[in-house]
């Protein structure tokens, strides 16, 4: 079954690293640029960061920027969201998404969620004051 599954969330305190994982089933992810995205409630959601494929551009949403690192594993068939200094704002269901896209050169990843088709089902992360 052609799908994304994430994995890493657990309940941590303020201050505390967690990385997370997404790794494609049944299709090579490498080509194409993934993106975290995460949500609270019934909120919209909001974008953490983006990769493309071969690695050489990401871009941070400005709550992530400086405190999370998006990278890839090609070979793994993963990326992978690296947090630090997590706060309880932090606290969400993560997901991961691709777009099917092959980007060229000099066009970076979107970070708007209705770019993105294959959805994981998220993962949680907690983080306690």
């Known amino acids: 079954q052609v799908q994304l599954v994430e994995s890493g969330g657990a309940s941590v305190q303020s201050g505390e690293s967690l990385r997370l994982s997404c790794t494609a089933s049944?299709?090579?992810?490498?080509?194409?640029?993934v993106a975290w995205f995460r949500q609270t409630g019934g909120n919209e959601r909001e974008a953490v960061a983006c990769?493309?494929?071969?690695?050489?551009?990401?871009r941070y949403a400005d709550e992530a920027q400086g405190r999370f690192t998006i990278s890839r594993n090609n070979n793994k068939n993963t990326v992978y969201l690296q947090m630090t200094s997590l706060k309880p704002m932090d606290t969400a269901v993560y997901s991961c998404?691709?777009?099917?896209?092959?980007?060229?050169?000099?066009?970076?990843?979107?970070?708007?969620?209705?770019?993105?088709?294959?959805w994981g089902q998220g993962t949680q992360v907690t983080v306690a004051s």
């Open positions: 998404a691709t777009n099917w896209l092959i980007l060229p050169d000099g066009i970076n990843c979107p970070l708007k969620y209705y770019e993105y088709a294959l």
């Open positions: 049944e299709f090579t992810l490498g080509h194409y640029s």
């Open positions: 990769i493309k494929g071969d690695g050489e551009g990401t």
